[in-house]
Each structure stands twice: as structure tokens, then as C-alpha cells.
């Protein structure tokens, strides 16, 4: 039935801890291979491009946004951030990779970049996948709203099946 089964993760415990006991057996029941996802946003700001000039006949340029003035101070900063946020996703992917091996699960990671909403739906598409499970937070209502939702961008826009699942609370007395 399902022969690759794509994981959206955001690095949260409560992602990990809600999905992965079901992508587990779906795997095992189906024998999928399963493709963790990490999905690194590009920091906002700019670095090592020209900014608009504040006025036609003003000979420089100035930065837009206080960010860019940020940028712009230390050039190599936006590469290192991007790096930096890589290498986080790629340790976070791989720790769960491994967790899916020890279970003798086929399983790989994939780290891209860019929004992670578009990002998920077209590398599902690409991959020619037939699930993706993601965790739900749990928000709704005005939050939902306000912050925006991959999970609800991914829903609404994937051509792949989506199955989400709901983060269970703690039990009392549980940590």
C-alpha cells in the first residue's frame, strides 16, 4: 500500500515523540521506506547584494529594513546562519534515521532548504510519495491564524495523502 512514507520534522520532542511511534508501524506494516524531512528556513535579510538606492539621484544605496543594515555590517553572516541552522537539521534528521535502522526500518534523511510548507508539498511530489505524516501542535482557532500553520499549508496544498497526528499531553506525573 504505502511505499515511502515522508516525515516532516521541526527538531521538537513533541513532533518526534507523537509521530514516530505511528510512522513506525506504518513502515512495518507496509515495509516503506521512510524519508525524514528538515525543512531549514533562509534567514531573513540580505548579504552580498547591492540594496536599492534610497533616491535616483543619491549615487549609494542604503539598506531597507534593520535587519539589512544588520546583514550588511557582517557580510559571511547570512552563509554562517544558513550553515549553522544546516548542520542542526542534518544532526536532528540523522539521530532519527538511526532510530528507524535500529528498528530495521529503511529509512534516510533529507535536509532542504527555503519554506517549509512548499518545500515538504514539492519534494513529496518529486519523490512520488504516498503518505505524509506530520504532527499537528495542537494549535487552532485565532493561533492558527496568527502565526500560520505548515502543517494546515501542507493539507491544504499537497497532492500526496496527509495524516496528521495530535500531539497527546503528558500524563499527570509523567515528565
Same mark, same amino acid.
Given at each position: 500500500?504505502?511505499?515511502?512514507?515522508?516525515?516532516?520534522?521541526?527538531?521538537s520532542e513533541l513532533a518526534h515523540d507523537s509521530v514516530f511511534p505511528h510512522v513506525e508501524e506504518l513502515a512495518k506494516a507496509t515495509g516503506a521506506e521512510v524519508i525524514i524531512v528538515r525543512v531549514v528556513p533562509v534567514p531573513a535579510g540580505r548579504s552580498s547584494t547591492a540594496f536599492r $538606492?534610497?533616491?535616483? +539621484?543619491?549615487? @549609494? /544605496?542604503?539598506?531597507?529594513?534593520?535587519?539589512?543594515? #544588520?546583514? %550588511?555590517?557582517?557580510? *559571511?553572516?547570512?552563509?554562517?546562519?544558513?550553515?549553522?541552522?544546516?548542520?542542526?537539521?542534518?544532526?536532528?534528521?540523522?539521530?532519527?534515521? $538511526?532510530?528507524?535502522? +535500529?528498528?530495521? @526500518? /529503511?529509512?534516510?534523511?533529507?535536509?532542504?532548504?527555503? #519554506?517549509? %510548507?512548499?518545500?515538504? *508539498?514539492?519534494?513529496?511530489?518529486?519523490?512520488?510519495?504516498?503518505?505524509?505524516?506530520?504532527?499537528?501542535?495542537?494549535?487552532?482557532?485565532?493561533?492558527?491564524?496568527?502565526?500560520?500553520?505548515?502543517?494546515?499549508?501542507?493539507?491544504?496544498?499537497?497532492?500526496?495523502?496527509?495524516?496528521?497526528?495530535?500531539?497527546?499531553?503528558?500524563?499527570?506525573?509523567?515528565?
Amino acid at each position: 500500500m504505502f511505499k515511502k512514507i515522508i516525515v516532516p520534522c521541526d527538531g521538537s520532542e513533541l513532533a518526534h515523540d507523537s509521530v514516530f511511534p505511528h510512522v513506525e508501524e506504518l513502515a512495518k506494516a507496509t515495509g516503506a521506506e521512510v524519508i525524514i524531512v528538515r525543512v531549514v528556513p533562509v534567514p531573513a535579510g540580505r548579504s552580498s547584494t547591492a540594496f536599492r $538606492a534610497a533616491a535616483p +539621484e543619491m549615487p @549609494i /544605496s542604503l539598506p531597507e529594513t534593520p535587519e539589512d543594515a #544588520r546583514v %550588511a555590517r557582517h557580510p *559571511i553572516f547570512k552563509d554562517q546562519e544558513i550553515a549553522s541552522a544546516e548542520a542542526d537539521a542534518r544532526h536532528s534528521v540523522a539521530r532519527a534515521e $538511526a532510530m528507524l535502522h +535500529e528498528k530495521g @526500518i /529503511s529509512a534516510r534523511a533529507e535536509v532542504l532548504l527555503g #519554506r517549509p %510548507a512548499d518545500e515538504i *508539498i514539492e519534494y513529496a511530489k518529486e519523490q512520488d510519495a504516498d503518505l505524509i505524516v506530520m504532527c499537528s501542535h495542537g494549535r487552532s482557532g485565532i493561533g492558527r491564524w496568527v502565526f500560520g500553520s505548515v502543517t494546515d499549508k501542507v493539507l491544504r496544498g499537497a497532492e500526496t495523502p496527509v495524516l496528521i497526528i495530535r500531539p497527546q499531553k503528558p500524563k499527570a506525573g509523567t515528565v
